[in-house]
């Protein structure tokens, strides 16, 4: 399968502090694709550049570096209609479904708003079809959502909505940005069954999780993101199942326990941040990680893990 999107060697780079003075690399040479039809997640902690990686996919922020490819075509090159065409192929939905919308008008607006800028032309009667249709596919009912406000209608409902409107624009590549993190257990279900059928049309799905279990459920493939860089990647099962960095070792690790108490999981992460802190190459205090740790080696089919140094227990896998 080709893939629809790809990134090589992406880098960002934030400016900080009160004159801009300061450099933050949030992305760091961050390579991986995404294919028609196949969820990819990008997993990692808070701050690891994930929702980073997402706006420069949508174009939201500049790369600094690297390239980003769609089609085979350089992204960062496009001009004109071509870059119009791209914002209609790659749309984003976000973490937060209440912040998307305007309070004070009905959530039909999101739909008038996609009919203005890019279908002006469709009649009336034909677009309240579309947007019917659209509805349905996301599993709400049209009667039960339209004419209401956003307070009216419950996270998960409206987290529907935003991907019915974008599905209206019939993209190529759908950005889910922590889309479930916010909705209770039986709406996270739905909105994860979406995902899947939105594989089924063929859509590559970039779906942003800090959540492991739901990167699981969804995912053909994972990208483990650490301090801006993939630090593994791979068909979900490889990795899952054989684990090879120490961060993505430490993240299964952590994943909550329903038995473990406050304490015993503080303990357990500032042990994983000081026995991380000394050794790995990727950590960003190690004044001695090679200066190629930049890469990914293929170790299995369909398995590639980044550089990285440990003890004799834990053998680099580039030897
Ligand atoms: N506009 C910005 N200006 C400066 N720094 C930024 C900006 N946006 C993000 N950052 C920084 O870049 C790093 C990566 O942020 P990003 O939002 O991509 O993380 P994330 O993995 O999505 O985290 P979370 O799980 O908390 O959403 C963080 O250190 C963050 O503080
Ligand atoms: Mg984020």
């Not at 709400?140 to 935003?162: T, V």
């Amino acid at each position: 399968m080709t893939a629809v999107l790809s990134l090589e060697g992406v880098d960002k780079v934030y400016k900080v502090g009160t004159f801009g003075t300061g450099e933050l690399r949030a992305v760091r040479s961050a390579t991986f694709e995404v294919r028609a039809g196949e969820v990819v997640s990008l997993i990692g902690e808070s701050g690891s550049g994930k929702s980073t990686l997402g706006k420069m996919v949508l174009k939201l922020v500049s790369t600094d570096g690297g390239t980003l490819r769609m089609g085979g075509k350089d992204v960062t090159r496009l001009r004109g209609r071509a870059l119009r065409d791209y914002y209609r192929d790659v749309q984003g939905v976000f973490q937060d479904p209440f912040s998307s919308f305007n309070p004070i008008y009905k959530v039909d607006r999101v739909f008038d708003t996609v009919r203005r800028s890019w279908f002006p032309r469709v009649r009336r009667q034909e677009w309240d079809q579309r947007v019917h249709d659209a509805l349905s596919s996301v599993t709400l009912r049209p009667e039960e959502i339209l004419g209401k406000y956003p307070h009216q209608l419950s996270g998960g409902q409206l987290q529907r909505l935003l991907v019915a409107r974008a599905l209206m624009l019939d993209p190529k590549v759908l950005v889910a940005d922590e889309i479930i993190s916010m909705l209770d257990a039986s709406t996270r279900i739905d909105v994860l069954n979406l995902l899947v059928e939105l594989k089924q049309r063929g859509i590559a799905v970039l779906f942003v999780t800090h959540d492991l279990s739901l990167g699981n459920y969804v995912s053909d493939r994972v990208v483990i993101l650490y301090r801006g860089r993939v630090v593994e990647a791979g068909d979900t099962r490889a990795v899952f199942d054989d684990p090879l960095h120490p961060y993505t070792r430490d993240l299964l690790a952590s994943v909550p326990q329903l038995d473990a108490t406050w304490d015993e999981v503080e303990a357990r992460e500032a042990e994983r941040s000081a026995r991380l802190a000394g050794t790995c190459a990727f950590h960003e205090a190690d004044p001695s990680a090679p200066a190629d740790a930049e890469g990914l080696v293929e170790v299995a089919d369909g398995h590639q893990v980044g550089c990285f140094r440990l003890g004799p227990d834990d053998a680099c896998p580039r030897g």
